[in-house]
């Protein structure tokens, strides 16, 4: 008997709790959808006070958007560049793998781990900032040699943040290789060190004191670089020739050219390229035996990039 009014009364607790569960979802729903403009916004007057203070979105832009937004002022100068933190592989030579002294490539990761000096470490400025125990080291910047003139901002910048020493070894990996220096990793020819892109020739001829030379076969590049010079034949003799007329008489003579670039239509063999890099030195040598054509579609794009940052960034209607 009392086993039957035991099982009467948990089916009858069982049957109130399912009702009570069906009412509340049934409750639920009729709420929900009894809410004005179902899956529309809400009248104002219906939002949370923070709600109510934001404007609405539109289409339209206030006229003070435009102060109020903190743009930067356009233009920025050179004044970083300091060739005279570039130094000739020699002068830096003995430093070098020294305690003291550190030998910081800046090339891209990816070429530094195909190939670099053994005592070479690869980083970038950003890190060298925030490394405050190179400081009071002899800091030593390489790059590829192209890019001697940027490095030498680079190293302003540093010096501005509080390196003592440091400087650029003019010439980069090429000019190490022209000392002897061995390089560790992935074997790599000497033309294919040396060897320019048409974006790496626009650079170069935008360089003050950079030497252009063509030989016989590329007489057409002298219609787009009026200072470079044409060799009736590209060889160590023809090369230190070149180099004495362009450097003149008197003081003016010690100078050597930031960088040498031959214009050939083949790339010289080994053995003359090493003559060709020791007759330029200390001036890193590259050669470029891609046609006019190539050098004045990179042209043609550098023209278009420069004439855009001139008329800076496209504006809004509301920055006029």
Not at 288 to 317: I, L, N, Y
């Amino acid at each position: 008997m009392i086993d039957v009014t035991f099982s009467t009364l948990r089916r009858f607790v069982g049957g109130l709790w399912s009702s009570a569960l069906v009412a509340g979802a049934v409750a639920f729903c009729l709420h929900v959808f009894s809410l004005p403009a179902w899956g529309q916004a809400l009248d104002p007057s219906e939002l949370p006070n923070i709600l109510k203070e934001l404007p609405r979105a539109g289409s339209m832009c206030r006229r003070d958007d435009g102060a109020s937004a903190g743009m930067p002022a356009a233009g920025g100068s050179a004044s970083d560049v300091d060739p005279a933190c570039i130094r000739p592989p020699g002068e830096l030579l003995s430093q070098i793998g020294k305690q003291d002294a550190a030998l910081i490539d800046l090339r891209p990761r990816a070429q530094f781990d195909r190939f670099r000096v053994r005592e070479a470490i690869s980083s970038s400025e950003s890190e060298l900032v925030v490394k405050p125990y190179w400081k009071e080291q002899q800091v030593i910047l390489m790059g590829r040699g192209v890019d001697d003139l940027h490095l030498s901002s680079v190293c302003t910048r540093l010096k501005k943040s509080g390196y003592k020493r440091v400087s650029v070894l003019q010439g980069g990996v090429i000019g190490l290789v022209r000392e002897g220096i061995k390089l560790v990793g992935v074997p790599v020819r000497l033309d294919e060190l040396v060897q320019l892109s048409a974006a790496d020739v626009w650079f170069l001829t935008q360089q003050p004191g950079a030497l252009v030379l063509t030989d016989a076969t590329r007489s057409d590049f002298l219609k787009t670089m009026p200072d470079a010079m044409q060799l009736s034949q590209v060889d160590e003799q023809g090369l230190k020739k070149a180099m004495q007329s362009r450097a003149g008489t008197g003081k003016s003579q010690r100078v050597a050219p930031a960088a040498v670039v031959l214009l050939v239509s083949s790339s010289p063999g080994e053995d003359e390229l090493n003559k060709l890099l020791a007759a330029a030195s200390p001036s890193p040598l590259f050669v470029f035996t891609g046609t006019h054509t190539e050098f004045g579609r990179e042209m043609a794009r550098q023209d278009a990039v420069w004439k855009a940052r001139e008329r800076g960034p496209k504006k809004t209607a509301c920055l006029g």
